[in-house]
């Protein structure tokens, strides 16, 4: 071997000679993180036939602010790819499963069922410091939540057995997101991320009950306002 040739190969594991300091143009990042959903059910509307068994024992068909969602904790998958020094899109993927549950007047808090989400993310972000450890960014975004998995309410105890909500049907539905966050360089190609995400679900249609449910007389229709916080912190490598 000719003695200006280095027979030493920079590991997967080592910050070399040649290692790009920071993020820049033409960089494509794969990153897993632990992901975190906060539902933050900011409104909704419960609405009963006023005829309905089910109206005359909750003292009421319309009731507002009464649903909840659970959080939930599941891993992430993003892939990104930088534009330009500044500008990157990156697209998140993950599914997490979350209870509902409502609370109908004077019938109190009801199971109302359980449903998964997967929701596609496109971010376009803006990375303030390229080229440099620490880049801290800001995006906006857009979100297609897609719900899947979708099943009625199980519990067989209280008012009518369990009969009040006997089906589960949320359509998809589209929003805005807005995000802010930072890379931080840790060796080689390894960087550590962490991320917010505000994404904004406007007027969520939810049916609860059958076409046939004589309890409720008919559909029990609802609509919700979702804005959940999604809170990513991750590892990334850089190819």
Same mark, same amino acid.
């Given at each position: 071997?000719?003695p ?11 910050t070399?000679? &040649? ?16 992901? *975190?959903?906060? /539902? &933050?059910? /900011? ?31 599941m ?14 899109l ?5 599914? /997490? ?8 007047? $004077?019938?109190?808090?009801?199971? %109302?069922?359980s ?23 800001? *995006?906006? =975004?857009?979100?297609? %939540? ?6 009625? %309410?199980?519990?067989? =105890?209280?008012?009518? $057995? *369990? ?8 359509k998809?539905? #589209? ?12 060796? *080689? ?13 406007? &007027?969520?249609? !939810? ?5 046939? &449910?004589? !309890?409720?007389?008919?559909? #029990?229709?609802?609509?919700?306002? #979702?804005?959940?916080? !999604? #809170? ?8």
């Open positions: 071997m000719p200006f040739i280095s027979s030493h190969r920079c590991g997967i594991f080592q070399c000679a &040649n290692t790009k300091i920071g993020l820049g143009k033409g960089d494509f990042v794969v990153r897993l993180s632990a992901l *975190g959903v906060i /539902t &933050n059910n /900011t409104g909704s509307r419960v609405k009963l036939n006023p005829s309905s068994p089910a109206a005359a024992l909750a003292g009421g068909s319309h009731f507002r602010n009464d649903v909840s969602v659970t959080n939930q904790v891993p992430e998958l993003t892939l990104e790819y930088f534009l330009t020094d500044h500008i990157s990156d697209l998140i993927a993950s599914s /997490t499963r979350h209870e509902a549950a409502a609370h109908v007047g $004077n019938l109190g808090k009801l199971d %109302a069922g449903f998964w989400i997967l929701p596609p993310t496109l971010t376009a972000a803006y990375h303030f410091r390229p080229h440099k450890r620490f880049n801290p960014y800001a *995006g906006l =975004g857009i979100t297609v %939540a897609i719900f899947h998995n979708m099943h009625s %309410a199980t519990n067989l =105890g209280g008012a009518f $057995n *369990g009969a009040v909500f006997d089906a589960m049907h949320m998809t539905n #589209v929003g805005p997101s807005f995000n802010l966050g930072f890379d931080y360089q840790l060796v *080689g190609n390894w960087f550590f991320n962490f991320d917010i995400k505000q994404i904004l679900l406007f &007027n969520q249609s !939810v049916h609860l009950s059958k076409r046939g &449910n004589g !309890v409720t007389g008919g559909r #029990v229709r609802v609509h919700d306002d #979702v804005h959940p916080t !999604v #809170v990513g912190a991750g590892i990334e490598y850089r190819f």
